[in-house]
Nanobody, 123 residues
Framework: QVQLVESGGGLVQAGGSLRVSCAAS????????MGWFRQAPGKEREFVAS????????FYAESVKDRFTISRDNAKNTVYLQMNSLKPEDTAVYYC????????????????WGQGTQVTVSS
């Protein structure tokens, strides 16, 4: 099994940027398709972005398209989410997740999850 640990969250002003990372251990990250999800207080967890095992395909939620970029470095066993032009509504706990089969935006299809990292955007 793969273990996932997110890092890089914090407090940032609206319009600022932040990069969160997801480090994998236990198995090579290159085996997995990866996704980022987020959950704001009182709301359901939602899809943010996903990337295929090779990095060749990516998908984004409409709310973050053109502002966020998902990427991966399989040699470092790490997946990244670069977040630009942040808005207060981006405030949430951000989770990375992994799955072996086809890339998907459906959070219920992901088998492995990290513990999350808090991102807070002040207005």
């Amino acid at each position: 099994q793969v273990q996932l640990v997110e890092s890089g969250g914090g407090l940032v002003q609206a319009g600022g940027s932040l990069r969160v990372s997801c480090a994998a251990s236990g198995r090579a990250l290159s085996n997995y398709h990866m996704g980022w999800f987020r959950q704001a207080p009182g709301k359901e967890r939602e899809f943010v972005a996903s990337i295929s095992w090779s990095g060749g395909r990516t998908f984004y939620a409409e709310s973050v398209k053109d502002r966020f970029t998902i990427s991966r470095d399989n040699a470092k066993n790490t997946v990244y989410l670069q977040m630009n032009s942040l808005k207060p509504e981006d405030t949430a706990v951000y989770y990375c997740a992994a799955r072996l089969r086809s890339i998907t935006t459906d959070l219920y299809e992901y088998n492995y999850w990290g513990q999350g990292t808090q991102v807070t955007v002040s207005s």
